[in-house]
């Protein structure tokens, strides 16, 4: 199934293992009251920490997509 959202937000990420889980978090945390649907995708200037991790945790149980790239 192709979805369309309303929104997509995009979060430009290195090296923030330590930060990125919060940040995504906040996002999920968003309530729009049914005024929009959102996307979340995260761009990843090719880590060497463990972010790719810490976002493919997130993406498993959140209510919404979060997509790696």
């Known amino acids: 199934m ?4 309303d929104v997509t937000v995009i ?3 290195y090296n923030r293992e330590q930060w990125i889980g919060d940040a995504i ?3 999920l945390d968003l309530r729009t ?3 929009f649907d959102y996307e979340i995708v ?3 200037n090719a880590s060497t920490d463990n972010t ?3 976002i493919a945790e ?3 149980s959140a209510d919404r997509p979060v997509r790696y790239v």
């Open 2 to 5: 192709n979805y369309q959202y």
């Open 11 to 13: 979060l430009c990420t």
């Open 25 to 27: 978090q906040s996002l």
């Open 33 to 35: 009251e049914g005024g």
């Open 42 to 44: 995260v761009v990843d």
């Open 52 to 54: 790719p991790a810490v």
């Open 58 to 60: 997130i993406a498993s």
